[in-house]
């Protein structure tokens, strides 16, 4: 049987492990990548995931079902982060594994203007505000809603779209222009 995250989270309440692994396993992964985005160094990021899990298992008490258990652990993610931090603003997020685009038998030419293509990118998203970074990173790496960002970041949804909108338009502007043409 495929518990749904708050069924999980109801038997971590209980102390069932074999539930907090389950929901370790379904989310480990994006809040792994949220956290370095926000850190820009992979051994803090595995650290503050780690710190979301303990306090995850501690709390899972305290989750009032006002939202859904996935934005409630990118929040918990979020603070820890933010705790890690202290006060300084959070690093670009390597893209290297953009540049490694998988694809089935690409040809030569289609590998070399693609990693172009994923160096330029990476590049234009390293000169963004770190809070352009990580609404982008919610939206697109984490594919949450408008409405999950919004909770996570504990601002408005009108807020959220706002700066997703924002973020683009940088991102636009720091791309050069042959990318920008190569994508029309």
Known sequence: MDSTDLELLR????GDEHAFEQL????ARALLAYAEGLLGERGPAEETLQETFIAVWRGAGAFEERSQVRTWLFGICRRQALKR????????????????????????????????????????LRTLAPLHREVLDLAFAAEMSHAEIAEVLGVPAGTVKSRLFNARA?????LPVEVEEAGR
């Open 24 to 27: 370790y396993a379904r989310h």
């Open 11 to 14: 038997q971590v309440t209980r």
């Open 170 to 174: 940088a991102l636009a502007r720091a």
């Open 85 to 124: 931090m202290r006060g300084h603003l959070p690093a670009s997020r390597p893209l290297d594994d953009a540049l490694d685009v998988a694809s089935p038998e690409p040809g030569p030419q289609a590998v070399a203007l693609a990693r172009a293509d994923a160096a330029a990118v990476a590049a234009a």
